[in-house]
């Protein structure tokens, strides 16, 4: 066809790109004005309801009959629930909830679960969190299986908590197989539920977890700045999948009680530098005077990390003069120790703390 | 043997060899045309996505997650007119948990001596671990006042070299590489670190570098998007919005970028040690490291992600001087072919996925042996209907094919644009603009062609690469 005309073709083709940038040129004005008529509706609902809302807020009883709210406003309405719901709390969160439920909010809101924007589904889900109710657990549990976005995995295992803690535990380690979540999202999800549990469900996760997954709970626990005890803590560095350096050294990220002492000390020298610089970091936190000859060795280790946080622990040790610290390392004669010993000091002089962020070597 | 090739060298039809290329080259742009608007339709999904998570401003507070550190790496070499003022808007980026390493290359100007009257820097005893093989640190400087700068003094080795130095000085988890002359946005680093907490397989991310020529800058930070005043840069305006919100996004969407720009890019750094750093004596150290992740994914059977981002996060002085973006886009061809030609292997690699079978072929064809074909294209097409060989439609149709095609494609972009982060508020300069994204393509674009030509040349006659140096206008309005 086109050896007889080229042009023609080229142009046909070209008539043909003209025709898609015609059409990017209508969906852009389609978008424009869906958005406008969506910010309409928004005003609208936020002229009507925040009043009422407010109203909930300040006063303990409710009105007697709220406003009727159509179809289309729901995800409008949804919004500004959330962003209310979300700066209160005590009794006038649980009458905003009741309005919520008043509404049936959950329920209407729940088709959006499946829309095809991803703004609206998100918004579906936290709305099911906040207000539970039945039907919403089964809801949440089949987004964690089957939706494949991460973070809409993520925000039904929120909602989940909220809703039903032990069912969103179960989940967490279940969704967890098949979504890659990240430490950082989890830890500042789980600082919102209750403490205790979560330092039992994370405990009782440990002792049946395989090794692979108890680094993962381990960090999360350091990251909640979860105590591990004693006895729990034993047990696990005695266990076979406590040997292994990554749980290992999350083990003694853990370690806080002063009975933890003897074991950290056993885990100076173990062969993986990240058990080294953990162990060095722990007697940070429980270092006694007599820890000062075990510590010394590290100034020559050959990872940089271990010389750093030995050094570190050195200077913090009780009784330790910092002189005498300085005859000790001279009398090392190790070029590295002279040199992490300047650095720390001089770091410690200046005030500097030496950690940058919770997840830190 | 010698009288056969004298046969077959008579008995050859030239005109119809040469009428054949031609026809190619028109097919090639036909082919270009075809896989870019597959691209677009790619990106526009992919940003309308990514626009609609952005904007949950709702979201229970609990979802926001916590920050982990970031060390911002800044390789500056002669960079004192900038420098101090680049340092000062990192530190105030809005972020919790970050340590800015200025890393001086052996700079012949006064840049070390600027930071240090700046930040009251002292000489500090600093011990670190050298992972990576980078030329030899001289001093490293800090601030008792600043306590999150560090400045490393080193001997001149490039701009790879000095971001391995940086690198083994860095103590997060998260390295961000940031040009001195780049300006960002206050929540820059908000936006480019998502990618990483959303999901914990990405190992690298990439931002959209938009043009500051013209804009306004407030105390280091973007203030106000602005058209830049002269044509250059305004041709280039309508580049960088093809090339990264139709290119980039696309092939993000397939998990096979291939490069992330030097100008602002997050990294994983343990997926940098575990590759080696960047590779020194490389032009295109960017697009190496990234291609040598992506090696580095397949070899493993990883389902590691490279990610990028299409907020504009990071915007940079372009050329406006012919003589500088000559320079510039020349070194740019060498870089890219350096980084394909090292990375040969990953193309149609059976596990390469996307990347292999799609992105690379993309960008052998049409990136790096694309300027080749259109020069060639462009000569033979004058020449053939000069001495009739062929009419004036298949001319036209040449033309049409080369320039019209290039036309849409540049206005498709400033749509996408429109739909989707609309930086440029007012109308008139979106009309403008669009008037650009025709001019570009007549002219403009065949002496880009003509200059990347001349990269490819360069780089087949192996010339040594150099830190690039640019004439700098400062078209921006503090």
């Not at chain 1, 099911?128 to 109710?133: A, F």
């Not at chain 1, 989940?171 to 990240?182: I, N, T, V």
């Not at chain 2, 105390?219 to 830049?228: K, S, V, Y």
């Not at chain 2, 992740?293 to 915007?315: G, K």
Request: hydrophobic share 45%.
């Amino acid at each position: 066809m086109m050896t007889q005309d080229p042009l023609a073709w080229v142009l046909g083709l070209a008539g043909l790109l003209l025709g898609l940038v015609f059409c990017l040129l209508v969906f852009t004005l389609i978008l424009r004005v869906t958005a406008a008529r969506e910010q309409r509706r928004r005003e609208s609902v936020r002229r009507t309801w925040q009043p009422i809302l407010f109203d909930s807020l300040y006063t303990d009883s409710l009105p007697e009959s709220l406003p009727l709210l159509e179809k289309r406003s729901v995800p409008a309405f949804s919004e500004l629930w959330c962003s209310l719901l979300e700066s209160v709390s005590g009794s006038a969160r649980q009458r905003m909830t009741e309005v919520g439920r008043q509404l049936e909010l959950a329920d209407r809101i729940a088709p959006l679960m499946r829309h095809r924007r991803f703004s609206y589904r998100l918004l579906a889900i936290t709305v099911q969190g906040y207000q539970g109710g039945p039907g919403v657990r089964g809801r949440l549990q089949r987004v964690i299986d089957w939706e494949s976005s991460p973070v809409l995995a993520l925000a039904a295992l929120q909602a989940l908590m909220h809703v039903d803690e032990k069912a969103g535990w179960y989940w967490l380690f279940a969704g967890r197989e098949h979504h890659h979540w990240s430490a950082e999202r989890l830890v500042a999800m789980l600082a919102q539920t209750d403490r205790a549990r979560a330092r039992k469900e994370l405990i009782r996760a440990l002792r049946r977890q395989s090794p692979d997954t108890m680094p993962f709970v381990l960090q999360l626990m350091a990251g909640l700045r979860l105590e591990l005890p004693g006895d729990a803590l034993r047990s696990l560095a005695a266990s076979p999948e406590g040997q292994h350096p990554d749980v290992l050294s999350q083990l003694l990220s853990l370690a806080q009680q002063p009975d933890q002492h003897g074991w950290v000390v056993t885990q100076l020298h173990h062969e993986s530098p990240q058990v080294r610089v953990q162990a060095a970091r722990a007697l940070l936190r429980l270092g006694r005077r007599e820890d000062l000859d075990r510590l010394m060795p590290l100034l020559c280790d050959q990872v940089w990390w271990v010389r750093y946080r030995a050094m570190q622990a050195i200077l913090a040790l009780p009784e330790v003069d910092l002189e005498q610290v300085r005859a000790l390392v001279e009398e090392l004669a190790d070029p590295f120790a002279r040199d992490i010993f300047q650095h720390v000091e001089r770091e410690s002089s200046w005030g500097y703390r030496g950690e940058h962020g919770y997840l830190a070597h | 043997m010698v009288t056969w090739l004298i046969d077959w060298h008579t008995g050859v039809d030239w005109w119809s060899v040469a009428a054949t290329l031609q026809r190619l080259a028109l097919y090639y742009f036909i082919v270009m045309m075809a896989v870019f608007v597959l691209l677009n339709g790619l990106s526009l999904a992919a940003i309308r996505r990514h626009m609609e998570g952005a904007d949950a401003r709702w979201l229970p507070k609990s979802f926001e997650p916590l920050q982990p550190p970031v060390s911002i790496l800044v390789p500056a070499y002669n960079e004192a007119l900038n420098v101090v003022g680049s340092v000062q808007s990192l530190l105030h980026l809005d972020y919790p948990n970050l340590e800015v390493i200025v890393i001086n290359d052996g700079s012949t100007d006064d840049t070390l001596a600027r930071l240090v009257e700046a930040f009251e820097l002292e000489a500090f005893p600093e011990v670190y671990s050298r992972v990576l093989d980078a030329r030899p640190v001289r001093s490293v400087y800090r601030s008792r006042r600043v306590s999150s700068l560090r400045v490393v003094d080193k001997e001149n080795g490039g701009k790879a070299d000095a971001l391995n130095a940086g690198i083994n000085l860095a103590r997060s988890p998260l390295v961000c590489s940031v040009d001195a002359d780049s300006i960002l946005q206050r929540d820059s680093l908000q936006r480019m670190i998502r990618p990483f907490l959303d999901d914990a397989r990405t190992v690298a991310a990439g931002g959209t570098i938009r043009v500051a020529n013209g804009c306004r800058v407030f105390q280091g930070f973007l203030g106000e998007a602005r058209e830049p005043k002269s044509w250059l840069a305004r041709f280039q305006v309508i580049e960088y919005l093809r090339a990264f919100l139709f290119g980039r996004t696309g092939w993000s969407a397939l998990n096979a970028v291939t490069v992330v720009s030097g100008a602002f890019g997050l990294f994983r750094k343990s997926a940098l040690l575990r590759v080696g750093g960047y590779k020194t004596g490389t032009v295109g150290e960017d697009m190496e490291l990234v291609l040598r992740l992506q090696a580095d994914r397949i070899r493993r059977r990883s389902t590691d992600r490279i990610v990028y981002v299409p907020d504009p996060v990071c915007w940079t002085e372009v050329p406006e001087h012919l003589g500088s973006l000559r320079n510039q886009r020349i070194r740019w061809q060498r870089g890219l072919l350096e980084s394909l030609t090292a990375h040969w292997r990953l193309l149609f690699h059976p596990r390469g996925g996307a990347l292999s079978w799609f992105a690379l072929p993309f960008m052998w064809l049409f990136e790096a042996l694309g300027p080749l074909i259109e020069v060639i294209g462009y000569v033979l097409t004058a020449v053939l209907w000069l001495n009739g060989v062929i009419d004036a439609r298949m001319a036209t149709a040449f033309l049409v094919a080369a320039i019209g095609l290039g036309v849409l494609l540049s206005t498709m972009a400033l749509v996408l644009e429109e739909i989707s982060f609309r930086v440029y508020k007012n109308p008139w300069m979106v009309l403008r603009l669009l008037g650009f994204a025709l001019l570009e393509n007549l002219g403009y674009r065949q002496i880009n062609s003509w200059w990347r030509l001349r990269g490819l040349f360069q780089f087949a006659r192996g010339k040594r690469h150099q830190w690039g140096s640019m004439r700098r206008s400062a078209t921006w309005h503090q």
